[in-house]
Nanobody, 122 residues
Framework: QVQQVESGGGLVQPGGSLRLSCVVS????????LGWYRQVPGEQRELVAA????????IYKSSVKGRFTISRDNAKNTVYLQMSSLKPEDTAVYYC???????????????WGQGTLVTVSS
């Protein structure tokens, strides 16, 4: 059974930084791409960033390019999202999920975890 546990969210002022972490259980970690997604209440969940097993050929949502960096530690079954220069429009619940690359998308494979809330506000 695959489970994701996200952490690291919180309240931050505009321009600030946060690092999200997600521990993925199950033997699939080392063979799958991993994605970070976010969802605002009333809106669809969207892909923010994705990283393949080898760590190259990352995908980023255009609005976060240059501000967010996705990385992974395969030895710790953990994927990270370093977020800098945060904006109020980055406010959302952030989720991670193993995913499959499909062009500019990374389609999620498993049920969602509880997510971690990021609030950007002064």
């Amino acid at each position: 059974q695959v489970q994701q546990v996200e952490s690291g969210g919180g309240l931050v002022q505009p321009g600030g930084s946060l690092r999200l972490s997600c521990v993925v259980s199950g033997s699939i970690f080392s063979i799958n791409a991993l994605g970070w997604y976010r969802q605002v209440p009333g809106e669809q969940r969207e892909l923010v960033a994705a990283i393949p097993y080898g760590g190259s050929s990352t995908i980023y949502k255009s609005s976060v390019k240059g501000r967010f960096t996705i990385s992974r530690d395969n030895a710790k079954n953990t994927v990270y999202l370093q977020m800098s220069s945060l904006k109020p429009e980055d406010t959302a619940v952030y989720y991670c999920n193993p995913c499959t690359y499909s062009g500019a998308r990374c389609d999620p494979l498993y049920a969602w975890g509880q997510g971690t809330l990021v609030t950007v506000s002064s």
